[in-house]
């Protein structure tokens, strides 16, 4: 089992930055990939960044790629997300996620098996 705990939330004006922290504990070597989703009120919960820990390949989603970065801290068993140049639409509960698995395509959120609470984070206009 894996247990994720994110932190960092908040709100935050149009413009501004936030960095997110997934902390993950138990079976660690479960996880060798990490993510971030996020969900808005109404909306389908969407891809918005991954990290494979063992070469440290990423993934982005078009709309955050060039303002988020995802990053990793081996010695804690953390993984970042670095949110700049925020706005209005990247409001929404914001979930960290882990699998194992060699698939290229780390977007997929039904391939993952462990998931956090979930972090708000809200930004206003």
């Known amino acids: 089992q894996v247990h994720l705990v994110e932190s960092g939330g908040g709100l935050v004006q149009d413009g501004g930055s936030l960095k997110l922290s997934c902390a993950s504990s138990?079976?660690?070597?479960?996880?060798?990939?990490m993510a971030w989703f996020r969900q808005a009120p109404g909306k389908e919960r969407e891809f918005v960044a991954a990290?494979?820990?063992?070469?440290?390949?990423?993934q982005y989603a078009v709309s955050v790629k060039g303002r988020f970065t995802i990053s990793r801290d081996n010695a804690r068993n953390t993984a970042y997300l670095q949110m700049n140049s925020l706005k209005p639409e990247d409001t929404a509960v914001y979930y960290c996620?882990?699998?194992?698995?060699?698939?290229?395509?780390?977007?997929?959120?039904?391939?993952?098996?462990?998931w956090g609470q979930g972090t708000q984070v809200t930004v206003s206009s």
């Open positions: 990290l494979r820990w063992s070469n440290g390949r990423t």
């Open positions: 996620a882990a699998r194992q698995g060699s698939s290229s395509d780390l977007s997929r959120k039904d391939d993952y098996d462990y």
């Open positions: 138990g079976r660690t070597f479960s996880s060798d990939i």
